[in-house]
């Protein structure tokens, strides 16, 4: 069949700018529809993923733009790893969010906010940023390096917007600071010097919005002369390692997801473990998964504490169905995000488990709120507050 394909000549040059950065392998879509059979969302969006590249390849960019399509895109790049023709299918979809950004065009509402907020108050919840704290205030005893905070050290724990404002996840950063408190690490928070990483406007299409917070966040690191920065948050992680580098000078900083930090850590014996008698099954998220590789560490780190069982699901590593807690979907419709975190519920469901594991803060929330909504007795928990407690259960 015959298309009366445009080509990167005759395409809105704007939109080109982004989308065209694949644009000789999109024209090669074959509509196998591998992508829209992957993608966690599509049963809600106007047009399926296949559907976009062939509309796009017939010109009808302005259809696909007033659509409720790419907004409900997770970022979870579940279709573009799996895609046989290794089309950037995920960026695409980044990439059609900045053009109607860029132009306003059917921008969900609280994206807008979202925009506003986090270039006004340096996070996503709108919180006054003095308060990155606040997950703090009720430990037994805060660690140095968390109050008082260490003005210089080797290492920088950046905790992120939904770790330090999110009461439902203060036990992840309370955990890891009381962890590395144990193991005698030298570590400091940023506080009120920390801002958003930046990452929820890059998957809204304001990429350029981006820029400012990454340079402000890579001073405070320099001027504390860190060498490392270490992230509870596989969104921050990402972001540091794999989008600040294109935007500001990261030379001679290391950047390591907790887990990472702890796997390395445990051999060197500095932390008694005693048992934790659970089992557990393991949630890999996307952006520490699927798109930034890391898979073992979470593993290690549970197959470390003794007395716990760790079940795997059906859907596990690349393969990993999506929570549902990415790419700003909550904001744009919470209804599809909890549909989303039923699917991968439903094989939680199916281990026994009694806990479904995650290295995410925003993933624990996920599946915390979609196991109440969808009535599944599990609980939620980040790997390093099972750490923590096989650590409280050696001290006891």
Same mark, same amino acid.
């Given at each position: 069949?015959a298309? #009366?394909?445009?080509?990167?000549?005759?395409?809105?040059p704007?939109?080109?700018e982004?989308?065209?950065?694949?644009?000789?392998?999109?024209?090669?879509?074959?509509?196998?529809g591998?992508?829209?059979?992957?993608?966690?969302?599509?049963?809600?969006?106007?047009?399926?993923?296949?559907?976009?590249?062939?509309m796009?390849?017939l010109g009808?960019?302005?259809?696909?733009?007033?659509s409720?399509t790419?907004?409900?895109?997770?970022?979870?790049?579940?279709?573009q790893?799996k895609?046989?023709?290794?089309?950037?299918?995920?960026?695409?979809?980044?990439?059609?969010?900045e053009?109607a950004?860029?132009?306003g065009?059917?921008?969900?509402?609280?994206?807008?906010?979202? %925009?506003?907020?986090?270039?006004?108050k340096?996070?996503i919840?709108?919180?006054d940023n003095?308060?990155? &704290?606040?997950?703090?205030?009720?430990?037994?005893?805060a660690?140095?390096?968390?109050r008082?905070?260490?003005?210089?050290?080797?290492?920088?724990?950046?905790?992120?917007?939904?770790?330090?404002?999110y009461p439902?996840?203060?036990?992840?950063?309370?955990?890891?600071? &009381?962890?590395? #408190?144990?193991?005698?690490?030298?570590?400091?928070?940023?506080?009120?010097?920390e801002?958003c990483?930046?990452?929820?406007?890059?998957?809204?299409?304001m990429r350029?919005?981006?820029?400012a917070?990454?340079?402000h966040n890579?001073?405070?690191?320099?001027?504390? %002369?860190?060498k490392?920065?270490?992230?509870?948050?596989?969104s921050?992680?990402?972001s540091?390692?794999h989008l600040?580098?294109?935007?500001?000078?990261?030379?001679g900083?290391?950047f390591?997801?907790?887990?990472e930090?702890?796997?390395?850590?445990?051999?060197? %014996?500095?932390l008694?473990?005693?048992?934790?008698?659970?089992?557990?099954t393991?949630?890999?998220?996307?952006?520490?998964g699927?798109?930034s590789?890391?898979?073992?560490?979470?593993r290690?780190v549970?197959?470390?504490?003794?007395?716990?069982?760790?079940?795997?699901?059906?859907?596990i590593?690349?393969?990993?169905?999506?929570?549902?807690g990415? %790419?700003d979907v909550?904001?744009?419709?919470?209804?599809?995000?909890?549909?989303?975190?039923?699917?991968?519920?439903?094989?939680?469901?199916?281990?026994?488990a009694?806990?479904?594991?995650?290295?995410? &803060?925003?993933?624990?929330?996920?599946l &915390?709120?979609?196991a109440?909504?969808?009535?599944?007795?599990?609980r939620?928990i980040?790997?390093?507050?099972?750490?923590?407690?096989?650590?409280?259960?050696?001290?006891?």
């Open positions: 069949m298309y #009366d394909v445009i080509d990167a000549s005759t395409f809105d704007a939109l080109a982004r989308v065209t950065l694949d644009w000789e392998k999109l024209l090669t879509c074959m509509q196998c591998t992508c829209s059979s992957t993608c966690p969302t599509a049963y809600a969006m106007d047009y399926a993923p296949h559907q976009i590249w062939h796009l390849r009808m960019e302005e259809e696909i733009v007033n409720r790419f907004w409900l895109c997770t970022v979870c790049k579940s279709c790893v895609c046989p023709r290794g089309i950037s299918i995920t960026d695409t979809m980044v990439a059609l969010k053009y950004t860029r132009r065009i059917n921008v969900p509402t609280g994206l807008q906010m979202l %925009g506003e907020t986090v270039t006004t340096y996070n919840s709108g919180d003095t308060t990155r &704290q606040i997950w703090s205030e009720n430990l037994p005893q660690p140095l390096g968390v008082p905070r260490r003005r210089q050290a080797e290492v920088v724990y950046f905790i992120g917007c939904v770790g330090s404002f439902r996840v203060y036990s992840i950063p309370q955990s890891l600071v &009381q962890i590395l #408190d144990r193991a005698e690490v030298e570590f400091t928070t940023m506080g009120e010097d801002r990483c930046g990452y929820p406007l890059y998957v809204s299409g350029d919005k981006m820029a917070l990454a340079q890579v001073d405070m690191v320099r001027r504390i %002369g860190a490392k920065v270490i992230f509870t948050c596989p921050c992680y990402y540091w390692s600040y580098p294109d935007m500001v000078d990261v030379s900083i290391e390591q997801h907790a887990t930090f702890l796997a390395d850590l445990l051999p060197e %014996g500095k008694k473990l005693g048992p934790v008698e659970e089992v557990v393991y949630h890999d998220p996307c952006d520490l699927r798109k590789g890391v898979y073992d560490a979470p290690e549970l197959k470390a504490i003794p007395g716990l069982e760790l079940r795997e699901m059906a859907s590593r690349e393969n990993s169905l999506c929570c549902g990415g %790419g909550e904001i744009s419709d919470p209804s599809v995000t909890i549909g989303v975190a039923g699917k991968r519920l439903a094989q939680v469901k199916a281990t026994g009694k806990y479904v594991a995650s290295a995410c &803060q925003q993933c624990k929330r996920t &915390q709120e979609g109440r909504r969808h009535k599944i007795r599990v939620a980040d790997v390093v507050e099972l750490l923590w407690k096989s650590i409280e259960a050696a001290e006891e």
